[in-house]
C-alpha cells in the first residue's frame, strides 16, 4: 500500500457495453432469477449471486424489496471481505460478545470474525432478526474499509455538508459515517433526494452496496497475476476476462482521468473516471485504496492511465 506510481485517487465507472466494473470473477449470466429482470440492480444482484455472496430466496426468486435481516447483512460482509477478514474464531464464542445469538444460529460464525475485527463493533445484543436500517449499514461498510486499509477516514471528511435532504434524521453516532461512505461512492440517496436512514435496507440495495464495496476490497490471486508489476498494478486474463488491479495513493482530493484499454488490432476502449468527493489530503495524510476491475475484451495488449490530462502508467498485458 506504499506505492507511489499513481497520484490521484480514482474509481471505475464503464461507460462501454462490452465492459464491466467489479470483482466478479465468473461468468455473470450463469445465475437467473424471474423477478429482477427490470430491476434497476440486476447486475449487481447476478454478480454477487455467481459469486455466492448472495442468494435467492428460493431457486427462481431474488425478492429484492424484501427488507435484509441484520444478521443476512452480517454474512454478506464477511462473504465480501473473503480471505482479507484475516481474523480466526467459531460460532462456540459467540457467547462471549452477544447476549442473544446462539451458536446454532446460521450467522454466529461470521459475526464473531467481524467482531474480533471490530467491523461489528456492537456490545452486549447483537438483534439479529431486527431488519437493518440504511444509517447502520453505512457504518458497518465504513468499518469494514477501515479495517481493510488500516486508515481512519474521518480526517478526509472536514466538511459537515451531506447531499441528502433528510440529513437532520441521521442519527449522531452514525453521521460521520453517511459523510463517509457517501465521499467515497459506497452508497447514495434514493430517488427523491433523501437518504432514509432509519428505512429498512433492501436485498436490492444491499447488493448494490456490496458490489461497491466488494470493488475496493483487494483482489488477490497470486498464481494468476503476471508477476510483471504484481505490488503496483497487474492485468491477467481468467474465464476469458481481463482483470486490472490498481494500488494507489493519494495526495489530492481534485482529479480528472481515465483507463484506455487497447487491443492488439488498435481499438482503444475507454473507462472513464469517477470523482471521490475527499475534503482533504496531504503528503502527510494519504487517502490509499486497491481496486480491481473486470474487462470484457479479448485481444487486450496494453492499459494505459490517463490522470488529469497526463499519463500517468502504462503497461502490457
Given at each position: 500500500m506504499k506505492n507511489r506510481w499513481l497520484k490521484q485517487m480514482f474509481a471505475f465507472t464503464i461507460t462501454i457495453g462490452s465492459l464491466c466494473t467489479g470483482f466478479s470473477h465468473v461468468s455473470a449470466s450463469s445465475v437467473s432469477f424471474d423477478d429482477i429482470n427490470s430491476y434497476w440492480a440486476k447486475k449487481q444482484i447476478v454478480n454477487l449471486a455467481n459469486e455466492r455472496v448472495v442468494s435467492g430466496i428460493d431457486e427462481d426468486t431474488f425478492a429484492p424489496n424484501k427488507p435484509l435481516t441484520r444478521a443476512q447483512f452480517t454474512v454478506m460482509l464477511a462473504k465480501i471481505l473473503k480471505e482479507n477478514l484475516r481474523t480466526s474464531g467459531s460460532a462456540a464464542e459467540v457467547g462471549k460478545y452477544f447476549s442473544d445469538v446462539s451458536f446454532s444460529a446460521f450467522y454466529a460464525d461470521e459475526l464473531v470474525r467481524l467482531r474480533k475485527a471490530n467491523i461489528i463493533d456492537d456490545r452486549g445484543a447483537f438483534h439479529g432478526d431486527r431488519q437493518i436500517t440504511r444509517e447502520e449499514m453505512a457504518h458497518y461498510l465504513v468499518?469494514?474499509?477501515?479495517?481493510?486499509?488500516?486508515?481512519?477516514?474521518?480526517?478526509?471528511v472536514t466538511s459537515h455538508e451531506i447531499p441528502f435532504k433528510d440529513a437532520q434524521q441521521i442519527a449522531s453516532r452514525y453521521m460521520k459515517d453517511v459523510m463517509i461512505a457517501d465521499k467515497i461512492n459506497l452508497i447514495f440517496g434514493r430517488s427523491n433526494g433523501d437518504f432514509n436512514p432509519k428505512s429498512s435496507l433492501t436485498r436490492g440495495e444491499a447488493a448494490s452496496v456490496m458490489y461497491r464495496f466488494g470493488q475496493i476490497v483487494p483482489y488477490k490471486e497470486k498464481d494468476k497475476r503476471s508477476g510483471q508489476f504484481a505490488d503496483k498494478y497487474d492485468a491477467y486474463y481468467k474465464n476469458g476476462q481481463l482483470y486490472i488491479t490498481f494500488t494507489y495513493d493519494i495526495n489530492g482530493a481534485g482529479f480528472d482521468g481515465q483507463i484506455l484499454v487497447i487491443?492488439?488490432?488498435?481499438?482503444?476502449?475507454?473507462?472513464?473516471?469517477?470523482?471521490?468527493?475527499?475534503?482533504?489530503?496531504?503528503?502527510?495524510?494519504v487517502f490509499?485504496?486497491?481496486?480491481?476491475?473486470?474487462?470484457?475484451?479479448?485481444?487486450?495488449?496494453?492499459?494505459?492511465?490517463i490522470m488529469n490530462g497526463k499519463q500517468t502508467a502504462s503497461f502490457n498485458v
Open positions: 468499518k469494514g474499509y477501515t479495517y481493510l486499509y488500516a486508515q481512519d477516514l474521518s480526517s478526509f487491443t492488439r488490432s488498435g481499438t482503444q476502449l475507454k473507462i472513464n473516471v469517477e470523482q471521490i468527493k475527499l475534503d482533504n489530503s496531504s503528503s502527510g495524510n490509499k485504496q486497491m481496486r480491481t476491475i473486470t474487462v470484457h475484451e479479448a485481444g487486450v495488449s496494453k492499459v494505459i492511465v
